[in-house]
């Protein structure tokens, strides 16, 4: 048992993870790594049944990046189910030799700690249905408090230390006055949550800028900047909706959902908006690009603006849990482009989905896909460093860009 100080959002003590009822187990669709203090209790387990169960099922992982969360592997079953799973979807592991059995990554998830300076962050991940709920249906703005707390495992995904040597005269040492700002922005309800975007870019660009020329000043820069006064500047052209189309068009292709996805719920959804969307017809950008219009609009008047909280919620929820804007790289504009293209790719499904169920979506409805995109999407080996890859090629990492998928 050790104690920690540590900021996390109001909402995290109230997580209890909800076992067997889930309707989407983190114990399946996913690969599953065991620490090395774990996988060695595993294999000198007096049960004798576990044991077998353990040799049968547990394979050494030559690969592993630490002992601390990948020494080992499971062997899944079919449909990369977890082999440890009985038929009511409770963990054998846990209801034979308890919880302290536990590997530090099935003990920890779906929590998500970083540490930044000496400051330790703790927050949850909305892959998992249970804090999705948690995190995205609350309607007042998240606000994080500070507090003692006790871990018998933890693991920490990303330690920064902003005030290394290493980080002079680059962009990370600014890292927790940029994200302070960028979470205020994104809480400011005074805008639509289209128009907090494209404020936010507009930040992060500007900065930018500051970091090249001006490094020593930056802090002042942050301190001072009045993001009113670039509001005026957002202008949503219908035409907009016709280009993403055509762009998500290309990120679904590159995905390759059918093959390449384990999820069948993303599957499914992915199903239906390419159904809705006419996306298999090879003419649909000329064939419908007045009903995009009209079907985007409306969708942002009826359903955008009604559950905008939800949105706003993953977005700031993301920023904390990925270290924004060093969420992607180094370059803080790859962090915000990478943060754009999940909010309006988002908004693309549900627009889909919307169309697909009558022109009704319920804020449910609404929860359960953003859940089921985050486990596909942020867990998927290469899609995000592909898609970033083909923005670039295509020089789309700049504000000019940004605006047509807002």
Not at 45 to 74: A, C, H, P, W
Not at 133 to 147: G, N
Not at 156 to 169: A, I
Not at 275 to 293: A, G, P, W
Request: one cysteine or more.
């Amino acid at each position: 048992m050790q104690n920690l100080k540590v900021t996390y959002p109001e909402y995290f003590k109230k997580f209890r993870c909800i076992g067997g009822v889930c309707e989407d187990s983190c114990c399946i669709g996913w690969d599953i790594d065991i620490d090395k203090i774990s996988f060695r209790k595993y294999f000198r387990t007096n049960n004798v049944e576990m044991k077998r169960i353990f040799q049968k099922n547990l394979r050494n992982n030559d690969d592993y990046i630490s002992e601390n969360i990948d020494y080992g592997k499971v062997k899944l079953a079919k449909n990369k189910r977890c082999p440890f799973l009985d038929d009511k979807n409770l963990c054998i592991i846990y209801t034979n030799m308890g919880e302290e059995s536990l590997s530090n990554v099935c003990t920890f998830f779906p929590r998500v700690l970083n540490k930044v300076d000496e400051n330790y962050e703790i927050s949850l991940d909305v892959a998992c249905p249970e804090a999705a709920r948690l995190v995205l249906m609350q309607k007042d703005t998240i606000k994080f408090v500070e507090h003692e707390e006790s871990f018998t495992k933890y693991i920490v995904s990303r330690d920064m230390d902003t005030k290394d040597r290493k980080f002079d005269d680059t962009s990370v040492r600014y890292l927790k006055e940029i994200r302070e700002y960028s979470t205020k922005i994104l809480q400011n309800r005074e805008y639509d949550l289209d128009r907090r975007m494209y404020m936010l870019g507009q930040f992060i660009n500007d900065v930018d800028d500051e970091i090249r020329n001006n490094y020593n000043n930056v802090k002042n820069y942050i301190r001072n900047y009045d993001v009113s006064s670039i509001d005026m500047m957002f202008d949503n052209d219908g035409i907009n909706y016709i280009l993403q189309v055509d762009f998500f068009k290309r990120m679904i292709n590159m995905l390759h959902v059918e093959t390449d996805v384990e999820s069948e719920s993303f599957k499914e959804y992915t199903r239906k908006a390419v159904d809705s969307l006419h996306l298999n017809e090879d003419d649909c950008i000329q064939k419908y690009s007045m009903m995009y219009v009209e079907k985007f609009k409306k969708y942002e008047m009826n359903f955008m603006k009604k559950y905008s909280y939800i949105l706003e919620n993953y977005l700031v929820n993301f920023i904390y849990n990925n270290l924004f804007p060093f969420s992607e790289t180094e370059f803080i504009f790859d962090g915000y482009i990478m943060l754009l293209k999940r909010y309006s790719f988002i908004r693309f499904y549900l627009v889909g989905l919307y169309l697909y169920n009558n022109e009704k979506q319920t804020e449910d409805e609404i929860v359960k896909f953003i859940q089921s995109f985050s486990k596909t999407i942020e867990h998927h080996k290469t899609y995000l460093v592909d898609s970033l890859a083909y923005i670039k090629m295509k020089e789309f990492n700049n504000m000019q860009f940004a605006t047509t998928l807002i």
